[in-house]
């Protein structure tokens, strides 16, 4: 099972939007909607940001969004705030209770 | 509060083995899925195992099946994994996560196993 797909890097200005492409193939992405997202910051654990493509946990900002079209999902935060920096990754659930992950995004706010 | 608390973590020779273990507390662990998940350091995640809230059906990634097992002591609130066989690329931070929805909801802070000679 291969990674799903992340960009290395994004960037963003306080108060802009940043939006994280997760791309994966019709095996996993784009067969279930089973897409979750972590914000892991340096030397803690992750921490669950959204779950079945666009379920927001209670507790996480509104500002955290996700959505998903065919093999990609996407994750946006809106209004960034210096402590959205951080690494993200997706998941997706791919079939016969196996799972992975993107290969992880670092989002810097300038 | 719901808390994961791994241990067991340490500095093991190729070709050993280790047993990382997971304290679990404030929710009723013998009713939920239960995940290992590792970190090699400066790389991303890698799910690994999981298994039902009463043990009897376990599940892994391809790279583990054979040398990794999971387990869980419901009495105890723990969940366990063995490594045998361990290699260089084993070397990871090891971290237990409840699962929710397809997902993972609550993740200990993790658990650094280093295979080196």
């Known amino acids: 099972q291969s990674a799903l797909t992340q960009p290395p890097s994004a960037s963003g200005s306080p108060g802009q939007s940043v939006t994280i492409s997760c791309t994966g193939t019709?095996?996993?992405?784009?067969?279930?909607?089973?897409v979750s997202w972590f914000q892991q910051h340096p030397g803690k654990a992750p921490k669950l940001m959204i779950y079945?493509?666009?379920g927001r946990p209670s507790g996480v900002p509104d500002r955290f969004s996700g959505s998903k079209s065919g093999n990609t999902a996407s994750l946006t935060v809106s209004g960034l705030q210096a402590e959205d920096e951080a690494d993200y990754y997706c998941?997706?659930?791919?079939?016969?209770?196996?799972?992975?992950f993107g290969t992880g995004t670092k989002v810097t706010v300038l | 509060e719901v808390q994961l608390v791994e241990s067991g973590g340490g500095l093991v020779q190729p070709g050993g083995s280790l047993r990382v273990s997971c304290a679990a507390s404030?929710?009723?662990?013998?009713?939920?899925?239960m995940s290992w998940v590792r970190q090699a350091p400066g790389k991303g995640l890698e799910w690994l195992a999981n298994?039902?809230?009463?043990?009897?059906?376990?599940y892994y990634v391809d790279s583990v099946k054979g040398r990794f097992t999971i387990s869980r002591d419901n009495a105890k609130n723990s969940l366990y994994l063995q490594l045998n066989s361990l290699r260089a690329e084993d070397t990871a931070v090891y971290f237990c996560?409840?699962?929710?929805?397809?997902?993972?909801?609550?993740w200990g802070q993790g658990t650094l196993v280093t295979v080196s000679s």
């Open positions: 079945e493509v666009s």
């Open positions: 404030g929710f009723t662990f013998s009713t939920r899925w």
């Open positions: 998941s997706s659930y791919a079939a016969s209770n196996n799972f992975v």
């Open positions: 996560a409840r699962d929710m929805n397809w997902g993972w909801d609550f």
């Open positions: 019709s095996s996993d992405v784009g067969r279930y909607n089973y």
């Open positions: 298994i039902k809230p009463d043990g009897s059906e376990k």
